[in-house]
Every structure is written in C-alpha cells, then in structure tokens.
C-alpha cells in the first residue's frame, strides 16, 4: 500500500490497543525491507557458492578415488593371476607336464 504522505509503498502493520477502540499503526518500506534481503541473500549466495564448489570437489575426488581403487584392485588381480599363469607354465615346460 502505498501512503499518501510520502507516496512510498510500504508494508502495513496494526494492532489493537488492549481494550480500548485505538489502534497502532506501523509501516515499513518495501524498499527497505527488499534491500535488506537481497544483502542477506547476497552474502548468503557468496559464501553459499564457495561452500557448495568445495562439496563437489571433495565428491567428485571421493568418487575417483573410488574409481581408481577399483582399477587397482582389478589390476593387482590381473598381476597375480598372471603371476600364477607364469608359474604353472614354468613348471610345465621343467617338468614336462
């Protein structure tokens, strides 16, 4: 609402005085109030920002770190199980069979 001594929008409160028939009236600048929301948000947003890229980069590192310990895993497998290939042929062709 907008009033018509200032002609600036306002957000309007009211509330009755104990039990008599007055009342108190109390206005708040839109302006103000959206100024001071878009300051809180605005640092909210920044820091916000900063926290939410440190997240992804410690859960994109934890998921290729899974990634390559799998790959690892697999690999110390493949060594070993060639190691045991190598093993059994070597007795083979020492042994003849």
């Known amino acids: ?3 018509s001594i200032d002609r600036e929008e306002k957000v309007l409160a009211f509330r009755r005085v104990g039990t008599y028939d ?3 009236t109390a206005g708040f600048p839109v302006s103000a109030i959206r100024s001071e929301w878009l300051a809180i948000h605005d640092c ?3 820091n916000g920002g900063a926290i ?3 997240v992804f980069l410690i859960l994109f590192s934890l998921k290729r770190l899974r990634r390559e310990e799998s790959l690892w895993k697999r690999a110390e497998e493949e060594a070993s199980m060639r190691a045991s290939v190598g093993k059994q042929l070597r007795k083979a062709v020492l042994y003849g069979g």
């Open 1 to 3: 609402m907008a009033f």
């Open 52 to 54: 939410h890229c440190a």
């Open 44 to 46: 909210c947003n920044r």
């Open 22 to 24: 007055a009342y108190v």
